[in-house]
């Protein structure tokens, strides 16, 4: 069964802090995985799609990463802005357009 | 930009009510979706379309319908609501390019079933 677990639930920061946030999937045979920021009260942003083992994007002060079994969401020096739940999602060759998405992690960043 | 807009941001009725959520997407995109997300729960999809008429049922598409009539416009609707169905209900859309299937959403309707 394709899955999507993310660590850690919660993360709480100090500004200027850097971190990362963790994706792990399972999937028969992966299409993408996305990365989407979600503030309070409103529908999710997309931010980044990875096809591959070895990709990367990058926008701002996230950087995304892809290995064949996780992904990595960094932080670098993040901002009170920053501050927000984080969903990942995957898509399956299989799936038809679905996408199953993780439950998310609340970023907290203290000025 | 992709524009995903819903009919409503906040939305109070009563149970057994018929209630209808509608979704439009400026885009041209394919497809579109209905997910539900609670607490704890995350999100989860209802149902989706890929085509003018065309659905296919989600995860959880008990007690809930949909319409496709025109490409822009998803609608969803709820034949009899429940208070176990006050929620947050997102629409989303995306285009089918190559491998490109990001979805896009819009800023959600927040059910409220009384």
């Known amino acids: 069964e394709d899955q999507v677990t993310q660590s850690p639930e919660a993360l709480r920061l100090q500004e200027g802090e850097s971190s990362s946030l963790n994706c792990s999937y399972t999937v028969s045979g992966l299409r993408g995985l996305f990365w989407y920021r979600q503030d309070p009260g409103k529908g999710p942003e997309f931010l980044f799609t990875l096809y591959s083992a070895g990709e990367e994007k990058e926008k701002e002060r996230l950087k995304a990463t892809l290995t064949k079994k996780e992904s990595f969401l960094h932080i670098t020096a993040p901002k009170p802005e920053d501050s927000a739940t984080y969903l990942c999602?995957?898509?399956?060759?299989?799936?038809?357009?679905?996408?199953?998405f993780g439950s998310g992690t609340r970023l907290s960043i203290r000025p | 930009d992709v524009k995903v807009t819903q009919s409503s941001r906040y939305l109070v009725k009563r149970t057994g009510e018929k209630v209808f959520l509608e979704c439009v997407q400026d885009m041209d995109h394919e497809n579109m979706f209905w997910y539900r997300q609670d607490p704890g729960l995350g999100l989860r999809l209802i149902y989706f379309s890929y085509d003018v008429k065309m659905k296919e049922k989600g995860d959880i598409p008990e007690g809930y319908s949909v319409s496709r009539e025109k490409k822009e416009r998803f609608s969803l609707i709820l034949e009899s609501a429940s208070t176990n169905q006050t929620s947050m209900y997102l629409c989303?859309?995306?285009?089918?390019?190559?491998?490109?299937?990001?979805?896009?959403f819009g800023p959600g309707t927040r059910l409220t079933v009384t």
């Open positions: 989303a859309s995306s285009l089918i390019q190559g491998i490109r299937n990001e979805q896009y």
């Open positions: 999602a995957v898509q399956a060759y299989s799936s038809a357009s679905k996408i199953i």
